[in-house]
T-cell receptor, first 114, second 115 residues
Framework: DGGITQSPKYLFRKEGQNVTLSCEQNLNHDAMYWYRQDPGQGLRLIYYSQIVNDFQKGDIAEGYSVSREKKESFPLTVTSAQKNPTAFYLC?????????????FGAGSRLTVL | AQTVTQSQPEMSVQEAETVTLSCTYDTSESDYYLFWYKQPPSRQMILVIRQEAYKQQNATENRFSVNFQKAAKSFSLKISDSQLGDAAMYFC????????????FGAGTTVTVRA
């Protein structure tokens, strides 16, 4: 079955460490996204990528970095510059065409900074 | 600035009854899309329903229907014949056709279904 795989599901990090969250999709979708979810704030867009080797900052990109070297993969690095990284992170993708704005989501990764 | 507002943090409904979730949004665009997404306890986000702004007819998907009031910038979700599996957090979302990569979400409404 096609879908989005995020790993790890749970991740613990010490302050000052960078950590990379993986997102892989086999839906042949062009666009991929990273969202951050905090209680009471809904989902906020971190980065998105429309095509391979191209990505744009979302609303809260500071302290995060991404790469898009392959169509299937869009990893997110949470750097030590991110002041409050503890959150639930969701990766999503969308197909081109009329359904371009319908997102398919992964199951999420929960990052906790100790 | 908050584009999408969900004023009800929590709602409770008796099984088999109907519940309506509110959503308002702010935009100067005339062409856009609105969505309701469901996030059950598994935290896997699932699309419930999508509405295109230029279509006057309200979208429906089985027991889920919307009341889209474009002039009022209101987009409520009605869940009919509520089932235990409907218990989840529901997010309203907006995206303009002019930039269909930046989806804006509301803060969410947690729905509890009482048996």
């Amino acid at each position: 079955d096609g879908g989005i795989t995020q790993s790890p599901k749970y991740l613990f990090r010490k302050e000052g460490q960078n950590v990379t969250l993986s997102c892989e999709q086999n839906l042949n979708h062009d666009a991929m996204y990273w969202y951050r979810q905090d209680p009471g704030q809904g989902l906020r867009l971190i980065y998105y990528s429309q095509i391979v080797n191209d990505f744009q900052k979302g609303d809260i990109a500071e302290g995060y970095s991404v790469s898009r070297e392959k169509k299937e993969s869009f990893p997110l690095t949470v750097t030590s510059a991110q002041k409050n990284p503890t959150a639930f992170y969701l990766c999503a993708s969308s197909a081109p065409g009329p359904g371009a704005n319908v997102l398919t989501f992964g199951a999420g990764s929960r990052l906790t900074v100790l | 600035a908050q584009t999408v507002t969900q004023s009800q943090p929590e709602m409770s409904v008796q099984e088999a009854e109907t519940v309506t979730l509110s959503c308002t949004y702010d935009t100067s665009e005339s062409d856009y899309y609105l969505f309701w997404y469901k996030q059950p306890p598994s935290r896997q986000m699932i699309l419930v329903i999508r509405q295109e702004a230029y279509k006057q007819q309200n979208a429906t998907e089985n027991r889920f229907s919307v009341n889209f009031q474009k002039a009022a910038k209101s987009f409520s979700l009605k869940i009919s014949d509520s089932q235990l599996g409907d218990a989840a957090m529901y997010f309203c979302a907006y995206i303009p056709r002019s930039n269909d990569y930046k989806l804006s979400f509301g803060a969410g409404t947690t729905v509890t279904v009482r048996a």
